[in-house]
């Protein structure tokens, strides 16, 4: 029996797992294995609700060993140490400690086939001091980490009001849909802890949030009039935004820009980039610039037929719409495809070629907070383009964590929780409070 492992249970490697666990680790056909060193799965893209204190974590994590009981793989919880890519075997430190206080030893694992889906780290392109002083939105403890220390600066700004420089400066460095999804949220937050009499600031003159952003224009993944629609929206809730406008150092307490302009910074966050985690550099593959596994059009790295990637850690060149963005929606495409290829009749054991990958870009969408969202959508023979904005992008945007749910749990499962979601919103503060 052959054994797959997938390192990395993020949203295109749980969705491989599971779509593999069924139809192939169910039936007895291969063993199907998911390594992670987290327990639980949170979906990426909602890591802004996290730091902004308009979700909890707990509420919608997905545990791991749960999800491998009901669809017919094995979880383990560990990190990858090492490759040894010519015995095919991995070496694992595990997570938890004994009750001695001592870290477990590593072991090994032995694989047939290994889908690498790592996901990425914030790339802080040499900027002196980012790496110090700056937070980042990688996974949900960075999240919560973020949201604790906005809401202890709400609080300590609060108890200090009245004395100059009493006031929350929020930095976001980055106009990607990161940076203005969490601006957005953070916004709302401010006059939500200011509703509940968490602290007595003015959210519009005493919390200021300021996005700094490089290029000429906020998402400049969106066409002209939507990124300009976006930062329009943005002015009008009393964020600034600070386009053209480059960090070149960053300090415990403020942001160098341009030569010799200074920023206060009582929190900065960066949203400026990504790249492949420390661990591909290791592994004896081709990597690119951004440090992603370069791999071929069925997804196999281009130096190892028996090692594939997906997702964000992957460097997919499309021949007709280019490199493949390190978006949520390319890893979901990535997963079904790789289960297919996969789960068909060993085609690789018989020498057939597998298949090959085609990404079909659907489009993008941008929360804007609670109630708005920007983006487009695509499709159509030629390939046409539908601008859509307010609440009907926001319903969109809704849908398309609902769509990750349903591929997770199937639709029963996914409207119940939807459901529970919407009769939480009825009973529970806005924000989280403490």
């Known amino acids: 029996m052959q054994t797959i492992v997938i390192v990395g249970g993020g949203a295109g490697g749980l969705e491989l797992a599971t779509r593999l666990g069924d139809t192939m680790g169910r039936k007895g056909r291969a063993r199907v294995i998911l390594v992670d060193r987290s327990p639980t799965h949170f979906w990426k893209p909602l890591l802004h609700t996290v730091a902004s204190g308009k979700r909890d974590p707990q509420v919608f994590q997905i545990e791991y060993s749960a999800q491998a009981a009901e669809h017919g793989f094995t979880f383990m919880h560990a990190e990858l140490r090492s490759v040894d890519r010519a015995a095919r075997m991995l070496e694992l430190a595990p997570c938890l400690s004994d009750d001695a206080g001592e870290a477990r030893a590593t072991r090994t694992l032995g ?31 960075e999240a919560k980490s973020f949201y604790r220390r906005f809401f202890g600066a709400c609080v300590r700004a609060s108890e200090a009001h009245g004395e100059q420089g009493a006031a929350v400066n929020v930095v976001i460095v980055g106009g990607g849909a990161t940076g203005v999804e ?14 509940y009499k968490i602290h007595t600031l003015d959210p519009a003159r005493d919390v200021r949030i300021t996005i700094l952003e490089r290029g000429a224009r906020l998402l400049p993944h969106l066409p002209l009039e939507q990124s300009a629609r976006a930062e329009a929206y943005l002015k009008s809730r009393g964020i600034e935004v600070c386009t053209g406008t480059g960090v070149t150092q960053v300090a415990a307490d403020c942001v ?3 030569e010799a302009g200074v920023r206060p910074a009582s929190l900065t966050l960066w949203a400026a980039g990504v790249e ?14 951004m440090r992603q596994i370069m791999v071929k059009a069925t997804l196999q790295s281009v130096d190892d037929p028996n090692v594939f990637a997906i997702g964000d850690c992957a460097s997919f060149v499309c021949p007709l719409q280019g490199a493949a963005p390190p978006r949520a929606q390319v890893a979901h495409q990535q997963a079904v495809f790789l289960a297919q290829a996969l789960a068909a009749a060993h085609g690789r054991r018989e020498g057939r070629p597998l298949a090959e990958f085609r990404y079909r870009d659907y489009g993008s969408l941008v929360s804007l907070g609670p109630v708005a969202a920007v983006g487009v959508l695509m499709g159509g023979s030629y390939g046409s383009k539908l601008a859509v904005n307010g609440t009907f992008a926001h319903l969109l ?13 199937g639709f029963v499962r996914a409207a119940a929780v939807t459901l529970a979601d919407w009769l939480r919103k009825r009973i529970s503060p806005s924000v989280k409070l403490h």
Do not use: W
Not at 182 to 195: D, F, I, N, T
Not at 276 to 289: D, F, M, Q, V
Not at 397 to 409: C, D, N, V
């Open 182 to 195: 969490l601006a957005a949220e953070l916004g709302y937050s401010a006059r939500a802890l200011a509703k």
């Open 256 to 258: 160098h820009v341009g």
């Open 111 to 141: 694989y047939t086939t290994l889908v690498l889906a790592l996901g990425a780290v914030t790339n802080f392109y040499s900027v002196p001091g980012a790496a110090e002083h700056v937070c980042t939105l990688d996974n949900v403890r």
């Open 397 to 409: 945007y809704g849908l398309m964590y609902q769509k990750h749910l349903m591929a997770l749990h």
């Open 276 to 289: 492949g985690p420390a661990i591909t550099g290791t592994l004896g593959l081709s990597l690119n610039r």
